[in-house]
């Protein structure tokens, strides 16, 4: 099992930045694709990148590429999803997941999620 969790959800300001956390704990980080979803209040749970277990360049959603960065440490077992120029559209809770293959953006392909961190955006 691997255990994920999620910090740093909060208020933000229209046109900001924030970061997200996401602390792995269980299984070998290092050997899994981690990935970053959301999920507004009545809307699907959507991709917003991945990046590998070996690093190199990350996967981004059209919706947020240009905005939102993912990176990840695995000395540390953290993957973090750096936001800026937040939009009203971003408030969502935001979710971090793993997989032992390669990147995917369909959620039912994840085998662990976090439990949610809620970002709001407000204009």
């Known amino acids: 099992q691997m255990q994920l969790a999620e910090s740093g959800g909060g208020l933000v300001q229209a046109g900001g930045s924030h970061r997200l956390s996401c602390a792995a704990s269980?299984?070998?980080?290092?050997?899994?694709?981690m990935g970053w979803f959301r999920q507004a209040l009545g809307s699907e749970r959507e991709w917003l990148g991945t990046?590998?277990?070996?690093?190199?360049?990350?996967y981004y959603a059209d919706s947020v590429r240009g905005r939102f960065t993912i990176f990840r440490d695995n000395t540390k077992n953290m993957v973090y999803l750096q936001m800026n120029d937040l939009k009203p559209e971003d408030t969502a809770v935001y979710y971090c997941?793993?997989?032992?293959?390669?990147?995917?953006?369909?959620?039912?392909?994840?085998?662990?999620w976090g439990q949610g961190t809620q970002v709001t955006v407000s204009s």
């Open positions: 997941a793993a997989r032992p293959d390669s990147t995917s953006w369909y959620w039912y392909e994840y085998d662990y």
């Open positions: 269980g299984r070998s980080f290092i050997s899994y694709t």
């Open positions: 990046v590998a277990w070996g690093g190199g360049d990350p």
